[in-house]
Structures are given as C-alpha cells and as structure tokens.
C-alpha cells in the first residue's frame, strides 16, 4: 500500500514529473518515431474521447529500423548473471519511466504499477526527489530504445547460422524471362560480402527438382533430379553448407547453372509449387532461416481472384504453420505479369516473409533487391510481445506474422523494413492512471552474427481527456498507415466500393466531432486534421482501392506492399512527392565545373495540375517508383539539355539512357545525382519511368491527388462534399 502511496504523491507533483522527463537532472532519450509512431502524441483520456474524436487510435512498430533519421544508435546492454530486469506481475521490462521507492529497495511497474523488489546487486540509494543517485549512468533508465544482450531463459537452443536456401525456376518460361543469368551474376557478388557463419543452399526446379550437392570435397557441384520433394537429409548430399567452407563449390554452380538449363524448352508438364516449397523445406527446416523462391508466373495456379487480399489456400496456411514452427520465412519473387499472386501471398504472410514483382526487362531492380534482401539489418527466429497501461488492449494485428496469442507475435525472419501496427482499445477512463500512459515492446531475436538479444522500446505518451486538445497532436502519416493496413484486411470481406464509402463515413466523423466540441461551426479545422483528411482521400485514390486502371495482380501486388512498410514509406506511396527537375541549374548549390558531385534538392510540390507546366519536366516519387513527365512544349529542350548524344529521341528516351554517364551532360549528371539521391533512400529500386505513353502517363496523372480523376472528386471537391456531410450531421 505504502508504494502506490508514494507513486501518487510524486504523480500530483509536477517538479519531480521523471517519467515525463520533465526534470532537469535527468535527461531521457525517447524512442525515436522511426520505431515506434502512434496516430496521436497523446493516449486518449476515455472511450467516449476516442468516440468522439473519431480517429483510430493505434501504433506501428518497425523494431529493426535503418531510418537514416534516427538519431542514436541503439545501445546494447549485458546484465550478465543478474538477468534483466522485468516485472514480476506483467513481465514488462524496466524503462526510463519507472520510479523507485522505499529508499531504492523498490521499483514500480509503469504499466500495472506492481511494486518489484530491487535486486541486492543492482541496488543505488535515492535522493529526495525519487531518482536513483546513479540515474544518469544507467542506460536502460535514460534510453527508451534498448537492447539486451539476451540470457538462457531466451533460447529453445543455441542461436543458428543465418540461412537462405534459393530456389530457382528453371523452366522454358522462366529461361524465356532471362533472369537466371541476372539472379547467378548477383549471388556470385552476394557471396563475396556474406559473413562466414552463413548457410546457404540452391534447389533448381522445372518438371523436375534438380538438388546440388556442395560438398568442398567434391571437384565440381552434383546434381540430383527428383519429381517429388524427398526428404534429403539421409542422403549424404551437402544441401545445406556453409558459404566459407563451399565457396568455391558454390561459385562454380552459379557460374554453370545459367548454361546447364539454357536448352530447356519443355513445358508440357509442371512441378507444382507446393513441391517445390516441400522441398526447400526439408533442406531449411532444421536450422530456420529463409526460403527465398524465383518463379516465372507460368509456375503457378490458374486460378484468379478479384480483390481478396489472403486468399484461402488450404496449402499456404498449412505449410505456412510447419514454417512458423521451425522459424522458417518464405520471401516469393515473381518474374513476369501474366498471373495474380493472390494464392500464395498467405504463405509469405503466415511466415513473415515478402512477395516481390518483376517485369521481365526489370533486370537491374531484380538484382538490386535481392541484394537488399540479405545485406539489410535482419533478425532470426524472433517473437515480438507488446504490452500496455492498465486498461489498454489489442483490438485488431496488421503485418506479416503468425500470431500465437493476443499480444505474441511469431515473426521467424525480421527485417528493417518490416512494420508491424496495431489498433488499441481503451477500455476505461485512463484519467485515473495519473498523467502519462505507457507502450512497451520487446522482440527477441538472433542478430547474424549469432547473438540473442531483446530489444525494449518505450513510448510515453500524455493522458488526454479533452477531445479538443487531441485534435491537436494527430499524426496524418501514421493514421494513413495504420488506417490502409485496416483497410487492405477488410477486403477480404468487404467491396472496394464499401471500403471507399468507410473511409469517407470516417472522414466525415472525424471533421464533424471537431465542430461539435469547438463549439464554433465557423471555427477553422487544425492543420493535422486537413492534413489526414488528404490522406484519407490519397488512400481512396490509391492503386489499391481506386475501381478504375489497375490491373488486379498490380492491386494484389501493392496490398501486400503496403501492409508491411512503415509509415513514412506508407505515407509516400498514397501522397507522392512532386519535383521540377528542369530548372536545378537555378537553385543554390548547382555547379556545372564539379557535376558528378553536385547535388540539388529542389521543394516538392503539391499533387495539383496547376504546379505543372508543358514547358517543363516533373519527377513524381512513391516510394516505390520514379516517374518522369515532360511537358510537351519541353520534350525536345529536355533531350538536348540532359544529353550530349544528337541521336537520343524522346520517343525512344528510357531509364538506360540516364546510365551511359558518357552521353550525359554537365546538367544531366546533376539531374542523375538527384534521381539516385532519391532512390538511396528507398530499401527496393525505384525504377525511373518515362511517362511518354499510356499506362505510365495515365499512372501519373491519376496519382495527381489533389485533381479530378478516375472519376473521383478533386481535393476541393472531396472537402466540400465532408464540409456538407458534417453541416447535414450537425443539424
């Protein structure tokens, strides 16, 4: 009784405020917003004030996060012998927010404000405010983002190898794709750079699976062809090997495989893919790691579904639970367009894995990512766990995961661009918790290099009870990811025309309970409420939601994107960033003697036809692409400006043009700089597309937000049509 005691005293005394780092003896470094954002800065003070806000109320995590803009480097700390430290009553991890007691013999919980007895050899006096009088020197009490050097009690075993096992489509229609020789060029410079505990195998497959043996005593690669997925593991074949032991076997199997199924012309009969995914079981599933499997379309069902997000396959979700049990993932890249990816886009989902697209000239893209796909910060065999204040729950998972309880996450592979968002109920009046409510995630994982850790993120956050002020602290970016990735999940029993009409019934509650508390009819909306509105609207226009000129694998496709990015990359591909790119010799900085170093970052602007011009030249940037639009008045200026070569035409102009760094010109080089600025700052390769014909101009045009198009309102109209709903709901 004596600790809540003193825990309610220290909350009504603003002077010794620690847990909202308001004193300055003790300086907290709060978790960045890159891993975990929520879609408001505050934790609304009641049900009744989220109801009338009309907002959801949620989270994203993004735990392994290379966000260039995070500030600090994660610390690591060893508690050695001690263990780390967590609540007896709720198992939450100390933070910089909890408070001691009874002269630092105790330390209480700020999620269920359980008195914890302080361990002997981690005890420290207070001074009369409550902080411990080494607080300062105490990383796991100033940083809110951790991570700890992980003891026994968080292993099932020792940590495994990082794994991959590749498996290739080697069929007439993947030959006919010419990718092979890209993905066998790639793995060679792969391999190069692979830390030296890395475990890597290759399965080729078309009617038949082909098994290498890659053994380092052996001269030269063995191959072993079955038309079923046989368990190999008795079979004496090295199918699994370490990639410092075989390199040279490896190397030499990549050198030959394009040449070895060069000839392949029968198409007759098909492998199935779930053979195909059985096999690469067998040799991944004794360490875990990650399937990663190239497929011509051609490869796969016939069946088409329309807009269902996770098609029902009996397959997938089966084999999807045996790869969660052995920490298995399963990333699937597509080669070609002529199929939906719909089927087994649960199988990636189950296993927190990714579905990837290509066309089949996107060669540079393909190589790009796969090298992305295994250099980026990864973590193995991990389980995320997420806890809350009293009287704060879960109501809705969104991202690619298997989940084994409410607040248990399975996530076999884990990676830095992988986000993870929840919806959170409040159960209660939170008024009564005291100022501040408190968001606690821990992922356990392997690091590839071995080593088990736990990382703890913290978010502290504000209880506020007026509906007024929580207007004030909305975050649009992060309500637009959470909100697309609620969205995406409901197709699977909702139309596009009813999700489209949900998001504006939100839209409309949203703005109208803002009139309702102002108390002003004529009061002016806040910034951050206009702003979400636009989102709302982008996301009601987005290539996934929008009825017209999308293709339905392009749909599929983006779902699947969509639902794991976080949200600053979210927020990108529903409001795309505009550049003119055709005056940067007149901004600051521009250097025509030093080009190759030259760097210009022009404003962007809004998505509005009145910001373009015919006698000039656009870049809009989603994220995920580049498109180039050039004014028709400015077509042939472009060419000669951005070229040295006579012979480059604007009909034929395409992204390979902007790599002959030879025929580029002083500006050319400058606007090529910018353009590869903007894609160093994305994880996939953004492909620049010229945006000459249809489709690729119909793209850029619909992406144009704030205009009529698609038959879809304009900007203007959108918000006048809400500002009608809400004087009708007002009456």
């Not at 199988?347 to 393909?366: A, F, N, P, R």
């Not at 509650?509 to 002003?520: A, P, V």
């Not at 004529?522 to 979400?532: M, Q």
């Amino acid at each position: 009784g004596g600790s809540h005691k003193s825990m309610d005293s220290l909350d009504s005394d603003p002077k010794t405020d620690f847990r909202g780092g308001l004193d300055a003896q003790v300086v907290i470094k709060g978790c960045p917003s890159e891993l975990v954002q929520c879609t408001m800065g505050c934790i609304p003070g009641s049900k009744m004030a989220l109801k009338t806000v009309g907002v959801l109320f949620g989270c994203t995590f993004t735990p392994l996060s290379d966000d260039p803009h995070i500030e600090m480097d994660i610390p690591i700390v060893d508690f050695g012998d001690l263990g780390i430290l967590r609540c007896t009553n709720c198992r939450g991890y100390i933070n910089p927010y909890v408070r001691f007691s009874h002269q630092g013999h105790k330390w209480i919980c700020v999620l269920c404000k359980f008195a914890n007895n302080v361990p002997g050899a981690y005890f420290c006096p207070i001074d009369n405010f409550g902080y411990r009088v080494d607080t300062n020197d105490r990383i796991e009490l100033t940083h809110s983002a951790i991570e700890y050097v992980a003891t026994e009690s968080y292993m099932t075993r020792l940590p495994q190898n990082p794994s991959y096992v590749f498996v290739v489509d080697v069929s007439a229609s993947a030959i006919d794709a010419q990718y092979l020789p890209v993905f066998c060029a790639t793995m060679l410079q792969i391999i190069e750079h692979m830390g030296d505990n890395t475990d890597i195998g290759i399965i080729s497959f078309d009617s038949s699976l082909h098994f290498y043996n890659l053994d380092p005593m052996l001269s030269s690669p063995h191959m072993m062809t079955s038309k079923t997925p046989l368990d190999m593991s008795d079979s004496g074949y090295s199918l699994l090997v370490n990639v410092k032991d075989s390199y040279q076997s490896i190397k030499k199997l990549l050198e030959v495989l394009p040449s070895m199924h060069a000839a392949n012309t029968n198409e007759k009969t098909k492998l199935s893919f779930e053979s195909v995914m059985q096999a690469a079981y067998h040799v991944q599933s004794i360490s875990g790691g990650k399937i990663i499997s190239f497929v011509s379309t051609y490869s796969l069902c016939d069946q088409v579904f329309d807009t269902i997000f996770l098609a029902k396959s009996t397959f997938a979700e089966l084999f999807g639970l045996k790869c969660t049990e052995t920490n298995t993932s399963v990333d699937i890249f597509y080669i070609g367009l002529e199929d939906t990816i719909a089927e087994y886009g649960l199988l990636t989902h189950i296993t927190s894995g990714q579905v990837y697209m290509y066309g089949y000239d996107e060669y540079q893209k393909l190589s790009h990512d796969l090298q992305y796909c295994i250099y980026r910060n990864t973590g193995f065999e991990s389980v995320m766990r997420l806890r809350f204040s009293h009287d704060m729950d879960i109501n809705e998972h969104f991202g690619n995961f298997f989940m084994r309880r409410k607040d248990l996450m399975a996530i076999p592979v884990i990676d830095a661009h992988k986000s993870y968002a929840v919806t959170i109920n409040i159960n209660t009046d939170m008024e009564d918790l005291g100022r501040y409510g408190y968001i606690q995630s821990a992922l356990v994982y392997t690091t590839k290099m071995n080593e088990r850790r736990v990382r703890i993120m913290t978010k502290c956050l504000p209880i506020i009870c007026s509906p007024k002020h929580i207007y004030g602290v909305l975050d649009p970016e992060c309500i637009a990811n959470v909100l697309t990735k609620q969205m995406i999940k409901s197709l699977d029993n909702l139309s596009l025309e009813q999700v489209r009409e949900s998001l504006m019934k939100m839209n409309v509650d949203m703005l109208t309970g803002y009139k309702k508390i102002s108390g002003n009819r004529n009061k002016a909306y806040p910034d951050c409420v206009l702003e979400t509105s636009k989102y709302i609207l982008a996301i009601i226009k987005s290539r996934i939601f929008a009825e017209a000129n999308t293709e339905l694998y392009e749909r599929n496709y983006y779902m699947h994107y969509c639902y794991t990015i976080p949200p600053t990359l979210g927020a990108l591909f529903l409001y795309p960033h505009l550049y003119s790119v055709h005056d940067l010799d007149l901004l600051e900085y521009y250097s025509e003697t030093d080009p190759a170093n030259t760097l210009v970052i022009p404003g962007v602007k809004n998505l509005c036809s009145d910001k373009l011009s015919y006698r000039g030249a656009f870049v809009q940037d989603d994220g995920y692409g580049l498109y180039l639009w050039i004014g028709s008045e400015y077509k042939q200026q472009f060419i000669s400006k951005v070229f040295t070569d006579a012979s480059v035409r604007i009909e034929d102009l395409s992204e390979h043009h902007f790599h002959q760094t030879d025929i580029l010109s002083a500006y050319g080089r400058v606007l090529l700089n910018f353009i590869n600025y903007l894609r160093n700052k994305k994880p996939l390769y953004q492909r620049l597309i010229i945006c000459e014909q249809s489709p690729y101009k119909d793209v850029f045009f619909n992406r144009m937000i704030e205009d009529r198009n698609n038959g879809v309102f304009s900007y203007h109209q959108y918000m006048d049509k809400l500002f009608r709903e809400v004087n009708k709901a007002l009456e």
